[in-house]
């Protein structure tokens, strides 16, 4: 048994830091004071995340980002958090078709979506829409959102629900007073997870964004066809930094653990 915990120990390992060194080469590059991606760095220095605010592309680009991943998680919480407490409470006829439909964007590959955007968008005169662009990401990150909406729910207690409801308590207050709280790390971890994937998605925004609402991973896939400086990496590490954080702060507030697992 020690023999093969040690065995399973330096495999996983192995298979972190496989995962974890191209972020950690991705930082160290963002501080070289060359011009071009090299390694090792010649120093330490912050020439390139300066040179980022001579871009005012990458800036507008960074902040459609942040308005489409917030707004696109945002609804997909919306849609998803009642069809998941229906889904995962109530059986009904039709219940399985319906969550086969909300999880069946995880099947299509991104590219294929991106296509098939661009040809409906076209067909509907709403290419380069923000709006439209909103909802073609909802489609995209809804199915992350509702499998930790459906994780929690499964693994909430509902005898605080019935004991609420045997005090008097009407149906609006149980929700907003017993379930709600219960379920809060799962929304939370949702709406951050579909935040994340909408914010960082390429494949399929490359077909549906115009030049007025090229969001930042496009922008950074057009600029690297163009440049090889260490700027790309500067940028990246800022999304690196920014995500980190976020994770950090959602693992303090509610833990990372309870998000996963969906309380069990």
Do not use: C
């Not at 972020?23 to 912050?46: E, Y």
């Not at 009642?82 to 964007?105: C, K, T, V």
């Not at 207050?173 to 914010?199: K, Y």
């Amino acid at each position: 048994m020690q023999r093969n915990g040690a065995i399973s120990l330096t495999f996983h390992s192995l298979v972190i830091l496989f995962m974890l060194a191209p972020l950690a080469i991705v930082m160290a590059v963002a501080f070289t004071p060359d011009d071009t991606l090299t390694l090792p760095v010649n120093g330490l220095s912050l020439r390139w995340f300066r040179a980022i605010l001579d871009y005012p592309d990458f800036i507008t680009a960074f902040g459609n980002s942040l308005k489409l991943a917030f707004a696109s998680a945002t609804l997909s919480l919306a849609v998803a958090l009642p069809a998941g407490l229906a889904i995962g409470r109530e059986r009904f006829p039709g219940r399985d078709f319906l969550n086969a439909l909300f999880l069946s964007p995880l099947l299509i590959p991104n590219l294929v979506l991106g296509i098939a955007f661009l040809r409906f968008f076209a067909l509907l005169g709403v290419t380069g829409s923000f709006t439209w662009l909103i909802v073609a990401h909802v489609i995209v990150i809804t199915p992350y959102v509702m499998r930790l909406v459906l994780a929690a729910v499964a693994g909430m207690d509902r005898s605080a629900e019935q004991a609420a409801y045997g005090l008097g308590a009407s149906r609006f207050t149980v929700f907003r007073r017993v379930t709600l709280p219960m379920i809060l790390p799962g929304i939370t971890g949702g709406w951050l997870l579909a935040f994340i994937n909408s914010f960082d998605e390429l494949t399929m925004s490359v077909f549906v964004t115009s030049p007025q609402t090229v969001t930042l991973p496009v922008r950074m896939y057009m600029y690297a066809t163009e440049s090889i400086d260490p700027m790309m990496a500067s940028i990246s590490a800022v999304v690196i930094l920014i995500t980190a954080g976020a994770m950090f702060l959602l693992d303090r507030i509610y833990g990372l653990d309870k998000i996963l697992i969906g309380n069990h």
